[in-house]
């Protein structure tokens, strides 16, 4: 039957529209510290479970001088966030390090997300289209909310780590 199709509804919300993401340079001592205590800071400040963090891809290059780092990690808000929804960060870093030294550079980029997911039939498509417009879009502006504002202490706390000043938006 046509009205008992299957029907799958994604939609993700950028924390920082219209941007996208937040960017975070950095040149000075120990530019690979985040790496060592991004688990705990990740587990404090974005409010996530050792089980929401993931690692997609981890390449280290200790061959040469400097040594190349590109570190991806991804965290999961732990928190109730309701049934379709979920709170995401996405974490990319490229930096480099100078062994002699200790000192180097990176470059990190902040892409926090709400990811909205629901499955059903036509029919359980049609309510949950008129229930989103009318009730669930009010809920789902504060969780975007709350995303941007769990990344702004992030965000203050990396920067903190580092004695860092102003960052860059692009």
Same mark, same amino acid.
């Given at each position: 039957?046509?009205?008992?199709?299957?029907?799958?509804?994604?939609? @993700?919300?950028?924390?920082?529209?219209?941007?996208?993401?937040?960017?975070?340079?950095?040149?000075?001592?120990?530019?690979?510290?985040?790496?060592?205590?991004?688990?705990?800071?990740?587990?404090?400040?974005?409010?996530?479970?050792?089980?929401?963090?993931?690692?997609?891809?981890?390449?280290?290059?200790? @061959?040469?001088?400097?040594?190349?780092?590109?570190?991806?990690?991804?965290?999961?808000?732990?928190?109730?966030?309701?049934?379709?929804?979920?709170?995401?960060?996405?974490?990319?870093?490229? &930096?480099?390090?100078?062994?002699?030294?200790?000192?180097? @550079?990176?470059?990190?980029?902040?892409?926090?997300?709400?990811?909205?997911?629901?499955?059903?039939?036509?029919?359980?498509?049609?309510?949950?289209? !008129?229930?989103?417009?009318?009730?669930?879009?009010?809920?789902?502006?504060?969780?975007?909310?709350?995303?941007?504002?769990? @990344?702004?202490?992030? !965000?203050?706390?990396?920067?903190?780590?580092?004695?860092? &000043?102003?960052?860059?938006?692009?």
């Amino acid at each position: 039957m046509v009205i008992l199709d299957k029907v799958k509804i994604n939609i @993700t919300d950028d924390c920082f529209a219209p941007r996208k993401t937040r960017i975070l340079d950095y040149k000075g001592p120990d530019p690979f510290m985040w790496v060592r205590g991004a688990d705990a800071l990740l587990r404090s400040v974005w409010e996530t479970s050792a089980t929401g963090i993931f690692e997609p891809r981890w390449m280290w290059d200790w @061959t040469g001088d400097p040594i190349q780092l590109y570190y991806w990690k991804m965290a999961r808000h732990s928190r109730t966030t309701g049934r379709w929804s979920e709170i995401w960060i996405s974490i990319r870093m490229v &930096g480099f390090k100078y062994k002699s030294k200790n000192e180097g @550079t990176f470059r990190m980029e902040i892409e926090p997300m709400v990811k909205h997911k629901f499955k059903g039939n036509k029919l359980e498509a049609f309510l949950w289209w !008129i229930y989103w417009h009318l009730f669930y879009n009010r809920y789902r502006q504060e969780l975007i909310d709350r995303c941007r504002k769990m @990344t702004e202490r992030f !965000i203050a706390a990396i920067k903190e780590m580092y004695s860092m &000043g102003s960052i860059e938006v692009e």
